[in-house]
């Protein structure tokens, strides 16, 4: 989190201004080119006649601008160049999406063509690609990172004035990232500056280059190893198979915190305020201010609440299963369903434990989404019978089985169940993985705890 100061928030205004004008810039230039294409393609213009295609590499694209900027951002000398060539970039990585989308190269959804950046609606961002000088980005202090300022001026007043510029404020110390810098155990790749909660934020893209980061230390007691279920919801956030002291309750359920329910009342009364103003002025722009910080502190509050979870999840067990659901199918439903899966940010939750089991030496199973994990009794299940329920709708809070009759709560039991399940695809995974060839030959180069298998006698000759 940044805390510039009043000059600072006015630079990297402009910056973002200066990227957001290459960026319209480069993806207007295609589009007049293939409009123009396709007009010359209708009129029966012959391939080898049209006029010529526009490559959308950043190079090219960068090129294309130096020549025009004279004209189309006169005013290009007053900020850094770095702020055009980010604009370009990201309009270069948004047409090859497009085009690998529609090649059928891209996996995933259809991505369409870039979307041009508005001044009032779209997030003020820029981003600085710099890699020569790694420590150079940040402070000794800890408490600052460097931003990329226009050249210098012959003035000498003004060059002074631009070394009280030079760096932007943290509220939060750089110690963890200047650590791994400066040890040479990780590179700095990018650095984005952008404008979101109502607050100025800095994320770098880092590159690991000695190994990741060790499984943070916990106390032995806290560590219980072995594979956990996880099911996700609303009414509890996450329920797991098993009971964690100072994580869970007796039963295994995490509350949900609806940090966002628990709050509607201020962004409303916010919005009818804002809806009295006149558009453009001061007081308008001032509450503005106050709604993004507000949800920009909601927003914080949740991603802590998550990295809380997440963190405990993957530092005491050695695999994680969860399922996989469809998110986007649960938002579109009726009722206030979509804005309470937005609230618990499940698709976050997912997203945090993938890279989290990635860096800590944890596995993560994905349960496919049409296991009947609720349907199933996990206790028959146990016992190797297979009892699965036709219907059970989202008002039967408790499962009840026909066969053993048990009753259970019913996330406990779907819990269970991802738990089983979990076991099961980590079992085939690494069946699938222990073929000839790939297994060592002699026991001690085996990791793994189980002993080398007994050889087996070749087959008798026929007669």
């Not at 370009?88 to 190269?105: E, Q, T």
């Not at 690609?129 to 210098?152: D, F, G, K, T, Y």
């Not at 329920?239 to 002291?245: F, K, M, N």
């Not at 434990?353 to 993560?364: D, F, H, I, N, P």
């Amino acid at each position: 989190m940044l805390d510039p100061t009043p000059a600072q928030e006015r630079l990297l205004r402009s910056y973002a201004g200066a990227a957001r004008r290459a960026h319209n810039w480069a993806l207007d230039q295609v589009r007049q080119n293939l409009s123009t294409r396709s007009a010359e393609r209708a009129a029966g213009i012959s391939e080898d006649q049209l006029s010529g295609s526009l490559s959308w590499s950043a190079y090219s694209l960068s090129r294309l601008w130096n020549e025009v900027k004279e004209t189309e951002a006169p005013w290009w000398r007053e900020v850094s160049m770095h702020a055009f060539r980010s604009g370009i970039r990201d309009a270069a990585a948004g047409l090859a999406n497009f085009s690998d989308s529609k090649l059928g190269i891209r996996a995933g959804k259809p991505v369409g063509f870039p979307r041009f950046k508005s001044r009032n609606r779209s997030t003020p961002s820029v981003s600085f690609v710099e890699i020569n000088h790694q420590l150079s980005w940040l402070s000794p202090s800890r408490h600052a990172v460097r931003l990329m300022l226009p050249r210098s001026p012959s003035d000498p007043t003004i060059r002074r004035r631009r070394d009280q510029l030079a760096w932007i404020h943290t509220t939060t110390s750089t110690r963890r990232l200047y650590n791994l810098v400066a040890s040479g155990r990780a590179r700095i790749q990018k650095v984005t500056i952008s404008y979101r909660g109502g607050r100025w934020q800095a994320a770098y893209s880092v590159r690991y280059l000695a190994g990741l980061p060790a499984r943070r230390a916990i106390a032995r007691s806290a560590r219980l190893g072995g594979t956990v279920g996880v099911d996700v919801g609303l009414v509890h956030l996450a329920t797991l198979d098993q009971s964690v002291p100072g994580l869970t309750d007796e039963a295994g359920h995490i509350a949900n915190p609806r940090i966002l329910e628990n709050q509607l009342e201020r962004p409303a009364k916010l919005n009818r305020a804002s809806s009295r103003t006149k558009q453009g002025s001061k007081n308008r722009a001032k509450l503005r201010r106050r709604r993004a910080r507000l949800l920009g502190r909601i927003a914080t509050t949740r991603a802590l609440y998550l990295h809380h979870l997440t963190n405990a999840l993957v530092d005491r067990f050695d695999a994680v299963a969860i399922e996989d659901l469809n998110l986007t199918g649960m938002g579109n439903k009726k009722g206030h369903l979509g804005r309470s899966v937005a609230d618990a940010s499940l698709g976050e939750l997912r997203r945090q434990l993938a890279y989290k089991c990635s860096e800590r030496g944890a596995t993560l199973v994905v349960v496919d989404r049409f296991y009947p994990s609720s349907k199933t009794c996990s206790q028959c299940a146990d016992r190797g019978v297979e009892a699965v329920r036709a219907k059970l709708p989202l008002s039967s809070r408790v499962f009840e089985c026909g066969r053993c009759a048990m009753s259970l709560d019913r996330d406990v039991n779907a819990a269970r169940n991802i738990a089983r399940e979990g076991a099961r695809l980590l079992a085939e995974r690494a069946k699938e993985h222990d073929v000839a060839g790939l297994r060592p030959e002699t026991q001690n180069a085996d990791l793994r705890s189980r002993q080398t298998g007994r050889a087996q006698s070749p087959p008798a000759a026929a007669a």
